[in-house]
């Protein structure tokens, strides 16, 4: 069985100031990797996803995150975060096919 | 632009009442799905469905039952609701092409509040 651990509920953060969030998942076969983003009031949208290849992925408005197979993560970064970054965002993993497995959600709040 | 259209925003039902929660999508998506959101808990699949007429129980089927005739349209039922059913729930298409894997398209949720 697959599943996913968002280890931060809420991430408190300064505008401009980097930020992670930590994503770790557990599966007995290969996996693929996503991030969705939700903001306020609105439905879920991809940021990125690790299908296979290179680990480190680039995905929109200026996050990455990185494949680290041996620690079984996903972290998801951003080198310098803005006020509309300001939403809850869900580390998600599958096997071959599009049943998503999604984790709890970590609530970035960006302040001025 | 791509459209998951989710027919209801808010709705406050009774308890055992039955509740139709409709979703259409523009996309030709062969893939369907019915999650429900909770704080704290994240997104759990109810429902999904790969083909018209076909459905697949996920991981929280209990209470709810589904309905794909059409390939656009997904939805989900509830039977009698119950107080534990209040939520937001999620409704989300996605393609069968392999370079397109784990892309879901999301509607706007429908929250339902059962009282």
């Known amino acids: 069985a697959q599943s996913v651990t968002q280890l931060d509920s809420q991430v408190p953060v300064f505008e401009e100031a980097p930020v992670e969030l930590r994503c770790n998942y557990s599966?007995?076969?290969?996996?693929?990797l996503f991030w969705y983003v939700q903001y306020p009031n609105q439905g879920l949208q991809l940021l990125l996803k690790?299908?296979?290849?290179?680990?480190l992925v680039k995905g929109i408005n200026g996050f990455e995150a990185e494949f680290n197979k041996s620690q079984t993560s996903f972290h998801l970064r951003k080198p310098s975060v803005h006020i509309s970054d300001t939403a809850e965002y869900f580390c998600?993993?599958?096997?071959?096919?599009?049943?998503?497995?999604f984790g709890t959600g970590t609530r970035l709040q960006v302040f001025p | 632009d791509v459209k998951v259209t989710q027919s209801s925003r808010y709705l406050v039902k009774r308890t055992g009442e039955k509740v139709f929660l409709e979703c259409v999508q523009d996309?030709?998506?062969?893939?369907m799905f019915w999650y429900r959101q909770d704080p704290g808990l994240g997104l759990r699949l109810i429902y999904f469905?790969?083909?018209?007429?076909?459905?697949e129980k996920g991981d929280i089927p209990e209470g709810y039952s589904v309905s794909r005739e059409k390939k656009e349209r997904f939805s989900l039922i509830l039977e009698s609701a119950s107080t534990n059913q209040t939520s937001m729930y999620l409704c989300?298409?996605?393609?069968?092409?392999?370079?397109?894997?784990?892309?879901?398209?999301f509607g706007e949720g429908s929250r339902l509040t059962v009282l």
């Open positions: 690790y299908l296979s290849g290179s680990t």
């Open positions: 996309m030709d998506h062969e893939n």
């Open positions: 599966s007995s076969v290969s996996v693929y």
């Open positions: 989300a298409s996605s393609s069968r092409l392999a370079g397109e894997v784990g892309e879901l398209f």
């Open positions: 998600a993993v599958s096997d071959w096919t599009d049943k998503l497995i």
């Open positions: 469905s790969y083909d018209v007429k076909m459905k």
